[in-house]
């Protein structure tokens, strides 16, 4: 049984991790955000260079005592400005700000404030690993109300909401945008 209360590690994905990331992207409460193929060849083809390291985001497997349960990536949004374009209508985001994506992959580790507390810890990572940014913004389907709660408990505040691109075709384009400072700034 996972404790909300023992500490979170992240540890960056390895290939080892392709058969657990399989299962859990085929997990339904995954599998309806995500939208992503399951396959062999399909994890290896979007997951491989980050591992590699020619893709720059980070993707990281959270743990706790011992146990994996969940996903969390980030990347700056230098490296990606088509997803600046995208949210400038809704939001400024400076280029030194990085965003995030996350699922917690385990069901019997749903609902126990793990996902909150793994974002929490990418955060307090980022902000050593990345001093130069001064936030991280997430834009959030608005259908996905899980989702926003997890930001929230991780300290997020809601920016702005809007249309956006969805990641499911299933889902309408209304989003929600989140933001978090870094410590000792506004907003």
Known sequence: MF???APITLRRLSRADFAMLSRWLSEPHVARWWNHETSQEAIEHD?????????????????????????VQRYTFEDNPGYIDELSPLVEVPGPALSIDYFVGEPDALRRGLGAAMIRTLVDAT???????????????????????????A????????PLTPDNPIDGTAHFVYRIGRPGTTR
């Open 3 to 5: 404790r909300a209360d």
């Open 47 to 71: 997951f491989g260079p980050s591992v590699d390291g020619s893709d720059t985001a980070e993707i990281y497997i959270a743990s706790t005592e011992g146990r994996d349960f969940g996903l």
């Open 127 to 153: 902000w050593r690993d990345y001093p130069a940014a001064p936030c991280i913004v997430v834009p959030v389907s608005a259908a996905n109300a899980a989702s926003s709660r997890v930001l929230e408990r």
């Open 155 to 162: 300290g997020f505040h809601r920016v702005a909401e809007g």
